[in-house]
T-cell receptor
Framework: LAKTTQPISMDSYEGQEVNITCSHNNIATNDYITWYQQFPSQGPRFIIQGYKTKVTNEVASLFIPADRKSSTLSLPRVSLSDTAVYYCLVGDRTGGFKTIFGAGTRLFVKA | DTEVTQTPKHLVMGMTNKKSLKCEQHMGHRAMYWYKQKAKKPPELMFVYSYEKLSINESVPSRFSPECPNSSLLNLHLHALQPEDSALYLC??????????????FGSGTRLTVV
């Protein structure tokens, strides 16, 4: 199972771009990288998924270098409501039956 | 329907009680999961069902008993719990084949307090 390492916490201000990097040195060939957002007392919510290069959707971008040993979640122009914990998961395309959550990154957005 | 519904949202139970948590999804997902989450910690995997059969049990104590009566329902039966079992219990579902789309869909969880 690929282990992930993320910063424990980050602070930002409203309107700024936030980049959260995840390290996954032993990622397998078939593994995808998926990011989830979790608010207190709620279940994690899917944000974005990618395999290589860059993926963009309406809420975030995901940058994956050629060696795939890390990935960066980019949140453009964050707002107070983006304050949450962000998890990077690595596994096969279904999420993998035994995908393990890392510690996550606690993002705090200030006014 | 793109949701995983968990009931109840909150549950308080005594250490001698028997209670059940329920999870339901109608997305055609054939893999379903129970996670336990303590405050300020990541979710911890407890059980995985694939095609209604238990495929993973992460050495969970027998006071937690999962059940998957059909492809849409997942239950977690609770008996003789301890106060340290108090946590947010999350249910999730996903496609069970490598060709499925993206990741897990989580429910909002059941906040369990054991007194």
């Amino acid at each position: 199972l690929a282990k992930t390492t993320q910063p424990i916490s980050m602070d930002s201000y409203e309107g700024q771009e936030v980049n959260i990097t995840c390290s996954h040195n032993n990622i397998a060939t078939n593994d995808y990288i998926t990011w989830y957002q979790q608010f207190p007392s709620q279940g994690p919510r899917f944000i974005i998924q990618g395999y290589k290069t860059k993926v963009t959707n309406e809420v975030a971008s995901l940058f994956i270098p050629a060696d795939r040993k890390s990935s960066t979640l980019s949140l453009p122009r964050v707002s107070l409501s983006d304050t949450a914990v962000y998890y990077c998961l690595v596994g096969d395309r279904t999420g993998g039956f035994k995908t393990i959550f890392g510690a996550g990154t606690r993002l705090f957005v200030k006014a | 329907d793109t949701e995983v519904t968990q009931t109840p949202k909150h549950l308080v139970m005594g250490m001698t009680n028997k209670k059940s948590l329920k999870c339901e999804q109608h997305m055609g997902h054939r893999a379903m999961y129970w996670y336990k989450q303590k405050a300020k910690k990541p979710p911890e995997l407890m059980f995985v069902y694939s095609y209604e059969k238990l495929s993973i049990n992460e050495s969970v104590p027998s006071r937690f008993s999962p059940e998957c009566p059909n492809s849409s329902l997942l239950n977690l039966h609770l008996h003789a719990l301890q106060p340290e079992d108090s946590a947010l219990y999350l249910c999730a579902s996903s496609h069970a084949t490598a060709r499925g789309p993206y990741g897990y869909t989580f429910g909002s969880g059941t906040r369990l307090t054991v007194v």
